[in-house]
């Protein structure tokens, strides 16, 4: 089994975060079972958590916060 990883950086528009959403929405329609995680800046993750979509823990993919 093998995992997906994406990389996103976005603003409070939320705009690549929906497509990424998309994305992965897809992967696990399709019966992808392996891991997605979801590397993002500081930034990003603050905008994230201030709006809460909640999106990316109900399909399952794990956010990996990384300091640029």
């Known amino acids: 089994m093998y995992s997906i990883v994406y990389v996103l950086t ?7 975060y929906y497509d990424l959403i998309i994305s992965i929405y897809s992967l696990r329609k399709r019966n992808f079972n392996g891991n997605v995680f979801v590397l993002m800046d500081l930034d990003t993750n603050n905008i994230l958590e ?12 794990k956010q990996v916060v990384i300091d640029i």
């Open 10 to 16: 976005d603003t409070e528009k939320l705009n690549y």
């Open 50 to 61: 201030k709006l809460k979509p909640g999106e990316l823990e109900q399909y399952n993919a």
